[in-house]
């Protein structure tokens, strides 16, 4: 067999029903949609109802996806899910997805990288599919981070909420080049010195269920300089500047983030996908939301260069390229 390269074939989304407005939680904590709007971008959010699990929200929008791809859940043998809120501590919320798909071939499992997880869970995806082993697969980012934030705490309630977003990736034959469709890049960090900055405050191994805290203005700082970094290394890496970006899908955590970056790297504002108005911070489903959105509004068409990155705690951070 020659070379094998993964290439996106579809994506979808599901976003719970329910919309919180910041006028509805300044109901219930002391804040203001004027001090959200202006230090995170976010003006609303969805939140599941009790008894939805993140199985759930990453089931439907797989199923999205799977029909956007053409492809027959039956098809599937590989699903790597990021979540940092899954069902249980286990088994891996991807092996119940994979049972709601009703697909009992292949392999199935979760990959932990919080706000990350997608750009790690995509590139453990493109690895396997390139050694040979797997041929399509379906990559999901999907969290419930409702359940893990502390609703009196107003420094982080009003950034975080839930939802979820897919591709299918398929093996294709041939090593293609950079003008050619696939996964074309990955560069991905993590520096465990900084697990203080942002967590949750307990766990299976600590006991309780813990709530997330996090160091709001050193989480900021950070997300810019690695960012900054990572996109950097990905543009120097493919010979690239800003200007050979067709889209830029971000992380949404927060809309000065995605200016600053995009000011940096002289990216057209026009090319930058921002979500985080509407979704606030999905972690791991944020980039899939945002991607699904653009693609499905027709704005990343096929062919078109994209660039993405991410940063969450740990930290974890990295950037990756592929054309759609
Ligand atoms: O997805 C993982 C990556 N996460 C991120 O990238 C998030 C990064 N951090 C951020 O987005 C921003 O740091 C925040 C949005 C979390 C906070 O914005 P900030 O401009 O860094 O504000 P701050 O934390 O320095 O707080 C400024 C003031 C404080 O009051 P004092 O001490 O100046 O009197 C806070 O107590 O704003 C206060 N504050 C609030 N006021 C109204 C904090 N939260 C709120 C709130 N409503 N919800």
Redesign the pocket.
Known sequence: MGKLRSIITGSGSYLPPNIVTNAE?AKK????DE??VA??GIKERRIADEGVLTSDLATFAAQNALKNAGVDASEIDLIVLATATPNRTFPATATTVQANLGITTGCAFDVQA??SGFLYALTVADNMLQCGNFKKALVIGAETFSRIIDWKD??????FADGAGAVVVEASEGEGTIADRGILYSHLRSDGRYEDK?YVDAGPSQGGDGYLK?Q??E??RH?VSKIGSAIEQALEDNGLTGEDIDWFVP?Q??K??LDAMARKFSLDTSKVVETVHKHA?T?AA?IPLALHEAVGDGRIKKGDLVLIE????GFTWGSMLFRW
Do not use: E, P, Q, Y
Not at 154 to 159: A, D, I, K, M, N
Not at 310 to 313: E, H, P, Q, R, S
């Open positions: 939680l904590v002391d804040t203001t001090w959200i230090r995170t919080v706000c107003r420094s982080t309630c009003v950034l942002l996090m709001g203005k989480v900021f997300a992380h955590a927060n000065r983030i911070n972690s944020s991410a940063l969450g705690g």
